[in-house]
Structure formats: C-alpha cells, structure tokens
C-alpha cells in the first residue's frame, strides 16, 4: 500500500476546471510505478527480465468534481493476485472524505513477445494486502450493438509511453473527445470503465465509433493497422 499528496494542476482540468479522468490516471500510473519500486519490482528490473505489466480492464467513479487546485490524498493498493490477474485498488480523498476510487486489473507480459507471464515464474513476490475493499465492477466486453462512426485517431509519438505503444492514460482521451455531446463545459465525466482488447503503436489508425443508453455512452476503437479490436469504454457523464 501506498499514499501521497497530490495537488490538481490547471494542465490537468478541462475549461469548466474539473479533472480529466485521463489527469487521475497519470497520478494513478506514477503512484503504481512507485508502489511497484518499493516492492523491489522496478521498471528498469522488469525490463532487463524482457517484463512489463500491461493494463487490461479499469474503472474510475467520480462522487463529484474534482476541481483545480485541490490538494487530496491518493491511496493504491496492490490488492489481490488471482491466476494471472493484479487488482490494483486506488482511493481519492479530500479532507479524508472519498471523493472518487478505481479499480485496475493487470497482467504480466513478455516485452517482446507480449506473451503472459505467471505471477510465480517472477522472481519479485508482490504483496498483496487484501483489504476489505469491493473491486468495481467491469464487464468483459461491451455492446456494440447500434453504434455509429465517430470519427479516427492516428497515434503520435507524443502519445507513446516507455512500452512504445499508445499510453493507457490517452485512451481516456480519445473516448471522451468521440462523443460529441461532451465539449468540457457543462457536464463532467462521473464515471468510466474501459476495456483494453489489444495495443496500438505509432501511426495506427484508430477507427471509432459510439453509441448510447439513457444513461451512458460507449465508445469502441478498432485498430484498422492490425484489424484488431483496440478498445471498448462506457463512459456516464454528471
């Protein structure tokens, strides 16, 4: 487990001031990254062991906005290890009050091969502390029954992370900005939940389209380089 003090940046807000999701997951990825480093499994060491986690399925909930400038206190937990699964839980407080949580589900991979990599066969054993803390629920996939093109995505080099390959935290970025209802200033994004079929690198073009319910946007991305799925999200604006 891990906590730090975080202050909200106005580069990290849309033009109503409230946090980007995308913003969060930045905080939340760096606070993983150093919670990883005590454990003794830094980034350096798993890749000289041809390793990296990868992100597989995540969900975020807003309790209310999250505006520029606050200072709030940012929990992880590496909280359970099943088979090949880490549930990593994040908690968001203000004035010790929750205001917003995630869960993120992981895996171990081969770099070069991106194949898995069992949790046993690492020579880091991760703690798992195992508080009483109900993961969110994330489906397996979303329907994509009636959704309409909205649009492509080229991934640029500005968009890459140390895995070279599209940063999970734009993906956030690239859903919200599909749904046209969605400019930043009225509504902010309560929650959302996001599904990561398979990695785009640079110069992919990403195919999107949406559709929606009385109560959510979802969003899907389609690799047209690879012809793979890239992504699913659902997405509920406040």
Known sequence: MLEKKIRISSFDVYPNSVLKPSALMRYMQQIAREDCDRMGATYTFMRSLNTVFV??????????????????????????????????????????????????????????????????????QFEAVNVDLKPIDIPRRIDEEGSVPAGMHT???????????????????IALDAIDEFDGLGSWPESIKMIFRHEARRGDGL????????????????????????????????
């Not at 991934?155 to 970025?173: I, Q, R």
């Open 55 to 124: 992100l597989t399925r995540l969900a975020i909930e807003f309790y209310r906005p999250v505006m520029d400038g606050e200072e709030l206190i940012l929990k992880t937990y590496n909280n359970t290890i099943t088979g090949i699964i880490f549930d990593r839980e994040y908690e968001l407080l203000s004035g010790g009050v929750k205001v917003a949580r995630a869960t993120t589900l992981w895996t171990l991979v081969r770099f070069d091969t991106r194949s898995i990599v069992r949790p046993k066969d690492f020579p880091v």
């Open 155 to 173: 991934v640029k080099t500005s968009e890459l992370d140390e895995n070279n390959h599209l940063n999970n935290c734009v993906y956030a970025d």
């Open 207 to 238: 195919e999107l389209s949406v559709s929606r319910t009385e109560e959510a946007h979802m969003v899907f991305a389609k690799n047209l380089s690879s012809g793979a799925a890239c992504f699913e999200a659902e997405i509920k604006l406040g």
